[in-house]
């Protein structure tokens, strides 16, 4: 999934969650000109997931991405100054959704959060399917993946993200869709 990285995602997209990616050492000195006890969300750009997105504060997360950089704690990855990184203000999420996209068709989804706390049910409402496959049909970094959907203020959709299906957690979906999908897209 080469346009796999959220600078992709932004290009393509006019409904993600966060904003655009920012070089590493730039994220730094803006935070450092904010408010030391502001909120704010960080995740890397890329799908590689250098380290698991998180909220902290400005402060905080100064101290944190310099470490990063500097790898000075036992076990950290160290990161790159030009790493493209995500950071943005965070958002009150209601629930998050996966769905398995193979060729283009949403084939399974299930809802993996409810007010931020895990929730594994899946999604068999055709209106929701038809609103996942909505998404799915305005771009995708590529034909089989999996679309992250976030719904925000009870309301609206937002995509959190895109990602590989090989290292993507199934919650409650139809596993056996999922294989059955691919082996009918690779075997055609």
């Known amino acids: 999934m080469s346009k796999a990285n959220y600078d992709a995602f932004v290009a393509n997209r006019d409904d993600m969650l966060n904003t655009a990616p920012i070089r590493l050492d730039e994220a730094i000195k803006f935070l450092e000109t904010r408010p030391s006890d502001e909120m704010w969300f960080t995740r890397p750009s890329k799908d590689l997931k250098e380290y698991t997105g998180l909220v902290d504060t400005a402060g905080e997360l100064v101290l944190w991405l310099r470490d990063r950089v500097l790898c000075a704690s036992s076990g950290s990855y160290q990161l790159q100054p030009d790493t493209m990184i995500v950071l943005s ?54 034909s089989c993946c999996v679309m992250d959907l976030a719904l925000i203020n009870e309301s609206e959709m937002k995509v959190i993200e895109f990602n590989c299906i090989n290292s993507s957690g199934f919650y409650d979906c139809d596993v056996n869709a999922i294989f059955k999908a691919l082996w009918e897209y690779h075997t055609r």
């Open 89 to 142: 203000e965070p958002q009150n999420i209601d629930a998050e959704y996966r769905w398995f996209i193979v060729g283009g068709k949403v084939i399974t989804g299930s809802m993996y959060r409810n007010n931020g706390q895990l929730f594994s049910q899946r999604q068999v409402d055709k209106g929701v399917i038809l609103e996942a496959q909505e998404f799915a049909d305005k771009w995708l970094p590529n």
